[in-house]
């Protein structure tokens, strides 16, 4: 062979991992090379992806135990758990992950490196460990999969200690009574109702308009009025001026105005959490020498393929940008592998028809068009709407708050998109996304035996809800219903 290896890839989250074990199928030859010196498998299992939701599992069950069995003397969830015993409930689950990452590479025969990669070359890799010692490997191809990191904040320090960002937020000795949020995306959301479900009486500050604002407005309405009744205060249009800690008071405080007021106010707080937008991490990987090209701050320009500008070296994950998430990160280096080593031909772009998840309390997930979209795009739609309190499993697990939302066309009920928020949002999405990856209709949930009582009933009801207002509209549904 005229190389060390078939490919090295360089990180090992998501996109390199799925690199690597798809690389091995088709019986190459693999090296990942990890910075971190004890850690495997990046953002996603030691500081995003996992944590993160094991958190909020632990905080969903903390939350629905209180609200079918209340506390007798009253007290909130930060007085009787401690945050030393929520962590330990992540623990064995990053342990878990962690084994079986390791277990994937040993059975498949993967070889790491742990240093630094730095590329020095079209086809060599130079990996610069803890003792600075250097090494150098050959391959045909190249994976750049190093992922992001969280920006910095313009007008205040994280310190770790007083201001969090969101690793940080994962070795919290104790559960705040007060959170400010500074962000307005999916990880603040998340974080905000994880913590609210807590007992912490959150606020975001949020940079931006309007929070998420990709979503269906109705969507968006139901999320204003859950955040209302958990008392999470969400402040947008707003700019920190200052953070500084009131000895007296012994708090934090944040000064921010508002845009619109333009006036300065001040927000006390126990701990402050930033969220800041992603930077791909490509300090020190020699991409200039080589003229790879990048836009913005350095995500990396890819073509369909994940090819970059020098053909044999590719990237995938959070390092070519958006939607810089795991799941996407998993299909994109498994198809980078695909284009390197197998039939391009056979390649199904998955990336169309995304389903985006929002692991906050309660999930939220949609797919496809929303109805503004769609009618922006001239389509004749109809929304069929369920809500999870006429469901009886969502009452069965005290979890009614909630909806699913079809958009079908109205000539032959093709279904365009789902969207959801209500418990198990993440999951129910993976339905709708498969009738309609098959062109099918609404007709599905209406004519097949769905298992009872489940959260899925909601397509059932959603779409006789829809066929009503079509109905009403003036288009007789029988008949399209009985039209094959
Ligand atoms: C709090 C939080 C919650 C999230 N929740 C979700 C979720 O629910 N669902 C979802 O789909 N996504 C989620 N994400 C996003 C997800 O974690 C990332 O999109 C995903 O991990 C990106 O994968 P990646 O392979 O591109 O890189 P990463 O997972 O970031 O891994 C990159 C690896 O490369 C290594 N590295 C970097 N530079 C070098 C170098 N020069 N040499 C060697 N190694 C290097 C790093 O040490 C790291 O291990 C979340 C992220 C965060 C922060």
Redesign the pocket.
């Known amino acids: 062979m005229k190389f060390d290896y078939d490919v090295i890839i360089?990180?090992?989250?998501?996109?390199?991992f799925s690199c690597a074990m798809q690389s091995t199928k088709f019986d190459k030859k693999v090296l990942i090379?990890?910075?971190?010196d004890t850690k495997m498998?990046?953002?996603?299992i030691s500081?995003?992806?996992v944590p993160?939701?094991a958190l909020r599992s632990a905080a969903k069950l903390i939350q629905s135990f209180q609200s079918q069995f209340a506390d007798d003397k009253g007290r909130k969830p930060y007085q009787q758990f401690r945050m030393e015993d929520i962590m330990k409930y992540k623990s064995p689950i990053l342990e878990s992950k962690n084994r079986n990452y390791v277990d994937d590479i040993i059975k498949n025969e993967v070889h790491t490196a742990r240093?630094?990669?730095?590329i020095i070359g079209n086809n060599e890799v130079e990996v610069i460990d803890n003792m600075k010692q250097k090494k150098k490997y050959t391959a045909e191809y190249i994976l750049i999969?190093?992922?992001?990191r969280p920006s910095q904040p313009k007008n205040f320090k994280i310190d770790h200690k007083q201001v969090l960002d969101?690793s940080t937020i994962l070795e919290l000795t104790h559960i705040p009574r007060r959170l400010v949020i500074i962000g307005g995306g999916i990880?603040t959301l998340?974080y905000a109702t994880t913590f609210a479900a807590l007992g912490t009486r959150v606020t975001i500050l949020n940079e931006s308009n309007e929070m998420l604002p990709f979503l269906d407005e109705e969507i968006k309405n139901h999320l204003a009025s859950i955040l209302k009744s958990k008392t999470i205060q969400v402040v947008n249009n707003m700019t920190v001026n200052k953070i500084s800690y009131n000895d007296l008071r012994t708090c934090s405080e944040v000064l921010y105005h508002t845009k619109d007021e333009d006036r300065l106010q001040v927000v006390e707080t126990d701990q402050i959490l930033f969220v800041g937008s992603k930077v791909p991490?490509i300090d020190?990987?020699g991409l200039e020498d080589l003229n790879i090209k990048i836009v913005d701050e350095g995500t990396i320009i890819t073509d369909v393929s994940y090819q970059t500008s020098v053909p044999n070296i590719y990237a995938?994950?959070?390092?070519i940008g958006q939607p810089?998430?795991?799941?996407?990160?998993f299909l994109q280096?498994r198809l980078a592998s695909v284009n390197m080593f197998g039939n391009r031909d056979d390649i199904v772009d998955g990336t169309r028809d995304m389903p985006y998840?929002i692991?906050s309390i309660p999930e939220i997930s949609g797919i496809g068009f929303t109805e503004k979209q769609a009618v922006d795009l001239g389509l004749e739609v109809t929304v069929g709407r369920a809500y999870y309190k006429s469901m009886t499993r969502a009452s069965l697990n005290h979890d009614t708050d909630g909806m699913l939302k079809l958009v079908f066309r109205n000539d032959n009920l093709k279904l365009v998109g789902v969207h959801i928020i209500g418990e198990q949002a993440s999951e129910m999405v993976h339905i709708g996304q498969a009738v309609m990856a098959f062109d099918g209709d609404i007709k599905y949930f209406i004519e097949r035996v769905l298992n009872y009582p489940t959260y899925a009933e909601a397509y059932k009801i959603a779409a006789f809800n829809g066929l009503n207002r079509l109905h009403k509209s003036g288009v007789k549904y029988k008949k399209i219903l009985d039209k094959k």
């Open positions: 360089i990180g090992s989250g998501p996109a390199g090379v990890e910075a971190n498998g990046g953002s996603w500081k995003g992806t993160s939701k240093g630094w990669g730095r999969s190093t992922g992001s969101y990880i998340e991490n020190n990987l995938a994950g959070d390092v810089a998430l795991a799941s996407a990160s280096g998840g692991y």
